[in-house]
């Protein structure tokens, strides 16, 4: 399907001879856990400024609560975490990708505990959680399950000292500068300074994901998927977008936010019952309320249908209240401010949209499409997690792949002895004659269209219908050129969603977090990925193999 959406170049309007400039080594933008790894690590080479939207604590890294997959018992190996990963992938991994990430995760654990950083213990020896998808126990956990929170500190902390790294807080990435197709940099919206243009030798993206796209989310607000757009507008390639997780079990209360209930919950032995307190998970899956995600989600989507329900419910009270809230001490105090006793009372959840799969293609030394960008993290696509994340991979690849991304920018730039190009660059777009549509009530009738067409399940004429009117918003919305982040946030959004839908609709089969109704099997013809670049503005659709490399 042809796009229609008139996407350009750049969403806002300046001169670099009239805006305020900085200059620096790397760029790295995104605080979460890939962000603040690579920018440590970059800083062992070169200086670095590193951009974040708003606070440390508004990352999904914050948010998480399971933890950190890698092995370390003597019962357990690297071969054993690959293959856990490879089975949850549904086909798609990158084998070495994979091979990388479980290979160097060990590691990457020793480094953070000799640096300080401490995780749950039982005495001396460390607990080890089991989570949905694992056959054996290897997911590090800090806090009881505030293993994010503990992380996301810590880096931050440790990075904040470098004296080589400058953090610019509450600092919106507007786009990515490019001169002669390479990324130079990016155009950003300080709440303080207003528009700068950030000038680096190379740049990291590590923005995050799109979850916010629907209207189910256990992300934060500002998760709309703002870097991944960007690079999409300045050429880079795009893959699996399709490919969103959703995760089985967030707190049900309704007119609150979605919050997370760890999949750890789970691993501990609670138990998933309808209404009537029947266990329905065996009848899905063998393994019960640790099968993969996508196959919980599934199973919760279709109890839901059968009985006419708003949620399902977790049974922890064979636990023991002492047991459960000293081991999920965030999750009991949250339940408990709604009055749910998990002691005494069963915790309702349902699905929730959770993490990105797919995002801007990258080798396996972080490098995208476009000279001087890197990109690593969530907002990311390596192939690591195939069609579905294995649990607690995610922190996992941030911790492995930012540091690979902040050693291989950082090195670059401290051989390059030029200083980033500074060539006066500048942009206007045209006045739009169009009428101006409410953003807000676009963003949340985009949120709700998305979860309803492109939610858990997907059919291919509601994923038609789902591309038609995202076009129709973005004829009104794609011609502004706005002067704050809620505009360009529905930009990016809209440029994003129409992705989604579009991948989804390429995509006709089922495999992992991706469920056609109309396609409900598997075709071993669409063992691939499908990827998409936005240049000569016009969307280049391609088909990758495995290894992420171009097969038409």
């Given at each position: 399907m042809e796009s229609s959406q008139n996407i350009r170049r750049y969403l806002t309007n300046f001169d670099s001879a009239r805006t305020g400039n900085v200059l620096t080594d790397v760029l790295v933008v995104g605080s979460g856990v890939a962000g603040l790894t690579a920018a440590a690590e970059a800083a062992q080479y070169c200086d670095v400024v590193l951009v974040a939207k708003s606070s440390f604590a508004d990352t999904t890294t914050y948010r998480a609560q399971g933890g950190v997959a890698a092995v370390s018992r003597a019962d357990d190996s690297l071969e054993q975490h690959v293959k856990d990963t490879l089975t949850v992938g549904c086909g798609l991994?990158?084998?070495?990708?994979?091979?990388?990430?479980?290979?160097?995760g060990p590691d990457q654990i020793r480094d953070l505990i000799d640096r300080g950083l401490l995780f749950d213990r039982t005495g001396t020896a460390l607990d080890l959680g089991l989570e949905g998808g694992h056959q054996i126990p290897r997911v590090y956990h800090a806090g009881g399950d505030a293993t994010g929170k503990a992380l996301s500190e810590f880096l931050s902390d440790k990075t904040s000292q470098l004296d080589s790294v400058r953090i610019f807080?509450?600092?919106?990435?507007?786009?990515?500068?490019?001169?002669?197709?390479?990324?130079?940099?990016?155009?950003?919206?300080?709440?303080?300074?207003?528009?700068?243009?950030?000038?680096?030798?190379?740049?990291?993206?590590?923005?995050?994901?799109?979850?916010?796209?629907f209207r189910e989310s256990t992300n934060p607000p500002g998760t709309t998927g703002d870097g991944v757009a960007a690079a999409y507008r300045a050429g880079a390639r795009l893959c699996d977008l399709e490919m969103l997780q959703f995760h089985p079990t967030t707190l049900y209360v309704a007119g609150s936010t979605r919050a997370l209930i760890s999949e750890a919950v789970r691993g501990e032995g609670a138990f998933l019952v309808d209404g009537n307190g029947h266990r329905f998970m065996q009848q899905y899956h063998s393994d019960g309320e640790l099968a993969p995600r996508d196959v919980v989600s599934r199973a919760i989507v279709d109890r839901l249908r059968e009985s006419g329900a708003t949620c399902v419910y977790l049974d922890v009270r064979h636990l023991g209240l002492d047991r459960f809230s000293k081991r999920f001490p965030n999750i009991t105090e949250r339940c408990t401010e709604f009055g749910i006793d998990v002691?005494?009372?069963?915790?309702?959840?349902?699905?929730?949209?959770?993490?990105?799969?797919?995002?801007?293609?990258?080798?396996?030394?972080?490098?995208?499409?476009?000279?001087?960008l890197y990109s690593c993290g969530e907002g990311s696509c390596t192939g690591l997690h195939g069609a579905n994340r294995l649990a607690s991979n995610s922190l996992l690849e941030g911790l492995v792949y930012g540091k690979i991304a902040g050693k291989n920018a950082g090195m670059e730039s401290a051989s390059d002895s030029l200083r980033p190009r500074s060539a006066r660059v500048r942009n206007t777009n045209p006045p739009s004659p169009k009428t101006i549509l409410d953003l807000a009530d676009v963003a949340q009738s985009l949120r709700s269209l998305m979860w309803r067409n492109v939610g858990i399940l997907r059919h291919g004429d509601r994923l038609t219908e789902t591309v038609e009117i995202i076009d129709f918003w973005s004829r009104f919305v794609l011609d502004k050129t706005f002067d704050e982040p809620a505009g360009w946030e529905v930009q990016n959004m809209l440029i994003l969603a129409r992705l989604v839908a579009l991948s989804a609709l390429k995509r006709t089969e089922s495999r992992g977090v991706h469920f056609r109704t109309d396609c409900p099997d598997t075709s071993s013809s669409q063992e691939c990925h499908y990827a998409f670049t936005w240049q000569d503005n016009r969307a280049i659709e391609e088909t990758l193999n495995l290894d992420m490399r171009p097969t038409t």
């Open positions: 991994n990158h084998p070495k990708a994979v091979d990388i990430a479980c290979a160097r807080q509450d600092c919106y990435l507007i786009d990515l500068l490019t001169v002669e197709g390479v990324c130079v940099g990016a155009i950003t919206h300080h709440e303080t300074y207003g528009h700068q243009l950030i000038w680096a030798k190379r740049t990291i993206l590590a923005t995050g994901g799109y979850g916010t796209l002691g005494e009372d069963l915790i309702p959840v349902r699905p929730a949209a959770h993490f990105s799969i797919g995002g801007v293609v990258t080798d396996l030394e972080a490098r995208t499409s476009v000279a001087g």
